[in-house]
């Protein structure tokens, strides 16, 4: 089971309720990060591509490029071909070791990277902007126009409601643990 939805709706949040209940989480951003940080190859490809200015002490610096693919689709793209292959290779090798009835995969890029054609459904956890910009300052102390080369980047609430199976409400008003258990109770039928 995939769950999306764009940079501060609430997903990491949703996860941890589902692994509460037993549900095996993988998290995609987690893995991307790891693969850039320990794998030689790719940052190898990166500073082929970037230059050494994404280097801090020699080490691929995570906000230096961020600032880069965020505001050049071009640069995205490529960062995106280097890392999506190697996150899908280790989302395989994870799903062979789980037992559990089903599992969650948690990322923002479920279509923009074709994972969803791997999976059996889609939940998109679906937040208001206003309530998002202030989570992702509090969160990562990024400024409003930071925010917003993200969320361009990512698909729009109405692409994703129209594209997911189910939907999370993560609002001020919202229930979350009881959206989350109706959909398992669904999920293990």
């Given at each position: 089971i995939g769950l999306t939805g764009g940079i501060g709706c609430?997903?990491?949040t949703i996860s941890k309720i589902f692994q509460i209940i037993?549900?095996?989480?993988y998290n995609s951003d987690e893995a991307a990060k790891k693969i850039l940080n320990q794998n030689t190859s790719v940052k190898q490809k990166i500073k082929n591509h970037f230059g050494i200015k994404v280097l801090t002490n020699n080490k691929l610096d995570n906000k230096k490029i961020a600032n880069i693919i965020f505001k050049q689709k071009e640069k995205l793209k490529i960062i995106n071909s280097i890392i999506h292959p190697l996150v899908k290779?280790?989302?395989?090798?994870?799903c062979e070791k789980q037992k559990a009835m089903y599992i969650i995969k948690e990322s923002a890029l479920i279509?923009?990277?074709?994972?969803y054609k791997e999976l059996d459904h889609v939940i998109?956890?679906?937040?208001?902007?206003e309530l998002r910009i202030k989570r992702i300052q509090s969160r990562d102390k990024k400024n409003e126009q930071e925010i917003f080369s993200i969320i361009k980047n990512?698909?729009?609430d109405d692409f994703l409601e129209k594209k997911c199976d189910y939907i999370i409400t993560n609002n001020e008003h919202s229930f979350l643990i009881e959206q989350?258990?109706?959909?398992h109770e669904l999920f293990i039928k």
């Amino acid at each position: 089971i995939g769950l999306t939805g764009g940079i501060g709706c609430g997903k990491t949040t949703i996860s941890k309720i589902f692994q509460i209940i037993g549900t095996p989480i993988y998290n995609s951003d987690e893995a991307a990060k790891k693969i850039l940080n320990q794998n030689t190859s790719v940052k190898q490809k990166i500073k082929n591509h970037f230059g050494i200015k994404v280097l801090t002490n020699n080490k691929l610096d995570n906000k230096k490029i961020a600032n880069i693919i965020f505001k050049q689709k071009e640069k995205l793209k490529i960062i995106n071909s280097i890392i999506h292959p190697l996150v899908k290779e280790d989302f395989t090798n994870w799903c062979e070791k789980q037992k559990a009835m089903y599992i969650i995969k948690e990322s923002a890029l479920i279509f923009n990277s074709n994972a969803y054609k791997e999976l059996d459904h889609v939940i998109f956890v679906k937040s208001p902007l206003e309530l998002r910009i202030k989570r992702i300052q509090s969160r990562d102390k990024k400024n409003e126009q930071e925010i917003f080369s993200i969320i361009k980047n990512q698909s729009s609430d109405d692409f994703l409601e129209k594209k997911c199976d189910y939907i999370i409400t993560n609002n001020e008003h919202s229930f979350l643990i009881e959206q989350v258990f109706k959909l398992h109770e669904l999920f293990i039928k």
